[in-house]
């Protein structure tokens, strides 16, 4: 199984926090990653939402269709994302669009074995595949990729 987590781009500062829109660097970012990711995904990749606006506008950077999944919330617990994406059991690939700290603590318990305070950059992409070698389960992190290093 693949798990792609996307954290959405910069965003404006405002209220309700549900509700807000990407900056214009933030739509910037979302279409320079939308460019670098949309011909690396595998075919019949799955890609679950979150509500917030400012996820939806980056995840329709990527002009495929989505899901959008409560379950990935602003408030979104590490259990939830792992039962959205059913990882590490699911099959095929997962793109994730959601929050810090959630996808933060997602990375840290993936490659170290329990949940910290690991920050994902505002647009940027980490990219994980669970394998199996020699009868071990193993998580590899393929990429990581921040939105300005897709710079053209």
Request: hydrophobic share 45%.
């Amino acid at each position: 199984m693949e798990l792609i987590l996307w954290r959405h781009a910069e965003a404006l500062d405002t209220v309700p926090d549900a509700s807000r829109k990407l900056s214009a660097r933030g739509e910037k970012q979302a279409k320079q990653m939308a460019a670098w990711l949309k011909p690396r995904l595998p075919k019949n990749t799955r890609i679950l939402v979150s509500p917030a606006t400012r996820c939806q506008q980056t995840a329709q950077a990527l002009e495929l269709d989505f899901e959008t999944s409560r379950l990935l919330s602003t408030d979104a617990s590490v259990a939830d994302l792992i039962a959205a994406t059913e990882w590490p059991t699911g099959s095929g690939a997962v793109l994730v669009v959601g929050h810090q700290p959630t996808l933060g603590r997602v990375a840290a318990l993936l490659l170290s074995g329990e949940e910290a305070e690991w920050t994902v950059k505002k647009g940027a992409v980490w990219w994980f595949t669970n394998r199996v070698r020699d009868g071990e389960t193993q998580t590899v992190l393929r990429a990581c990729v921040g939105a300005d290093l897709t710079e053209a």
